[in-house]
């Protein structure tokens, strides 16, 4: 899926995401300032900070195993 910006007054938040043969790979991007919470199917949450994050329910899933 495309991205899907939205403006706030601390800057743009964005969010994309795509279906893979392993599982879902969002991208988000947090202004600065923010922090937030991504919680993708199966994982559990991660705290994100300010900037471009990259994120894979497969690499969630093997991390919260180990």
């Known amino acids: ?3 899907h910006p939205s403006r706030d007054p601390y800057g743009t938040v964005a969010l994309s995401w ?5 599982g879902l790979t969002a991208r988000i991007a947090v202004p600065e300032g923010c922090d937030g919470t991504a919680e993708l199917p199966g994982c559990p949450p991660v ?3 300010p ?3 990259v994120l ?3 690499e969630l899933v093997a991390r919260a195993a180990a």
């Open 1 to 3: 899926m495309g991205p």
């Open 47 to 49: 705290a994100l900070g």
């Open 18 to 22: 795509e279906q893979t043969s392993k």
């Open 51 to 53: 900037g471009e994050h």
């Open 56 to 58: 894979s329910t497969a």
